[in-house]
């Protein structure tokens, strides 16, 4: 079993930037790759980045390219989301997640583990 904690979430105005963490406990952190998730109301839960066990290969969808930054400390068991140039349409419950597969998979099936979420909003 691995717990996994989120934080950082919050409101903030467009263009504005937030961090979220996620900490994890249990099996070696360092044996999962780890993705970041966000459900929007009314939507499907997406993938917005993941990077693999020993924090290489960082993958990201589309829409955050540029934007988000995923890295990862397997010392401190700890996986974060850097979050620049927010706009509303990054408004969602905020998901990390990990996963025993190879490399850095992106469905949402794939993943084993998942943290209760975090909130983030952003006002225009």
């Known amino acids: 079993q691995v717990q996994l904690v989120e934080s950082g979430g919050g409101l903030v105005q467009a263009g504005s930037s937030l961090r979220l963490s996620c900490a994890a406990a249990?099996?070696?952190?360092?044996?999962?790759?780890m993705g970041w998730f966000r459900q929007a109301p009314g939507k499907e839960r997406e993938f917005v980045a993941g990077?693999?066990?020993?924090?290489?290969?960082?993958s990201y969808t589309d829409s955050v390219k540029g934007r988000f930054t995923i890295s990862r400390d397997n010392a401190k068991n700890t996986v974060s989301l850097q979050m620049d140039s927010l706009n509303p349409e990054d408004t969602a419950v905020y998901y990390c997640?990990?996963?025993?597969?190879?490399?850095?998979?992106?469905?949402?099936?794939?993943?084993?583990?998942w943290g209760q979420g975090t909130q983030v909003t952003v006002s225009s």
């Open positions: 990077i693999s066990r020993s924090g290489g290969n960082p």
């Open positions: 997640a990990a996963s025993s597969r190879l490399g850095v998979p992106r469905m949402r099936a794939n993943y084993d583990y």
């Open positions: 249990g099996r070696t952190f360092s044996s999962y790759a």
